[in-house]
């Protein structure tokens, strides 16, 4: 099979085109169209950027998307204007797409509320969670007081979802909405980021509720599903030793860091 031609700039000239790959970041994007295209029937088009190869650094890619990094989305029925930032992406795509606010809100404390999520997850869960990935993960050698740190304030970050969603089945007004877009792909893969899903079982059951919505899984496969989500995750465990043993290993070095520095759980 013939690889994919390499991106060199926009493919479209009508519609949303989203250019983005296989991460929570890029996931905001790819389940909002993906639900707006079941509950509207509006199309998109996409393209995938691999971030391993720098196509997000190029040229033509940070005149749209100047930060260069993934997703970002370009609406060639507005001019080809260009939004970057899963969160921004989020709130354009509502504010102009979902007419019928599906999956957003019309009562001003309940946008509130989902603007503080969203906020919430762009400042705290994804730079913590990412760098509890980088310092499990990624490293050249593992250094200790990064893994116990960023492990460990991903899991309060984790706790507070938690602790919110004992008694309400989504974060804003009971409803799904862009509110938990935000913080699901990260959610996803919280078993890869080191952290014991099982632990936080309000949290659990709000990501399985959306992990089994259709448009859900459609956006999980754009560009293609991850090897690193927790439903792939858990698979790997019960199938292949090797990967079960090593990640047994890397487990067991994250605990040992957090009684080195005499880490406690505790949240908020």
Request: glycine residues 8%; charged residues 25%; aromatic residues 12%.
């Amino acid at each position: 099979m013939a690889e994919p031609q390499r991106p060199n700039g926009l493919i479209a000239n009508k519609g949303i085109e989203l250019l983005t790959f296989g991460t929570p970041n890029g996931w905001k994007a790819s389940i909002i169209l993906e639900e707006l295209k079941e509950a509207y029937g509006k199309e998109y088009t996409w393209q995938s950027i691999n971030i391993m190869q720098n196509i997000q650094k190029e040229e033509w890619f940070t005149k749209l998307g100047p930060n260069g990094r993934i997703p970002v989305i370009v609406d060639h029925d507005k001019g080809g204007f260009a939004v970057q930032e899963g969160l921004a992406i989020l709130a354009y795509l509502t504010r102009h797409y979902d007419p019928d606010h599906k999956f957003s809100f019309t009562d001003p404390l309940d946008i509130s509320r989902a603007e503080q999520w969203m906020a919430w997850q762009h400042g705290g869960l994804g730079p913590m969670q990412g760098q509890a990935n980088h310092f499990n993960r990624f490293t050249k050698e593992r250094i200790p007081y990064g893994m116990q740190r960023y492990t460990g304030e991903t899991e309060r970050l984790v706790g507070i979802l938690d602790s919110h969603l004992k008694n309400q089945d989504y974060l804003v007004g009971n409803k799904y909405s862009i509110a938990d877009i935000s913080s699901f792909g990260w959610v996803n893969i919280l078993r890869f980021s080191g952290i014991d899903l099982d632990q936080f079982p309000n949290l659990k059951n709000w990501w399985k509720r959306i992990h089994e919505r259709p448009a859900v899984q459609k956006g999980l496969a754009v560009p293609s599903k991850s090897k690193f989500d927790n439903e792939t995750y858990e698979q790997q465990l019960k199938e292949d030793p090797e990967f079960a043993a090593k990640e047994k290993e890397l487990r067991e070095a994250i605990n040992k860091a957090k009684e080195q520095y005499g880490y406690v759980y505790k949240s908020p």
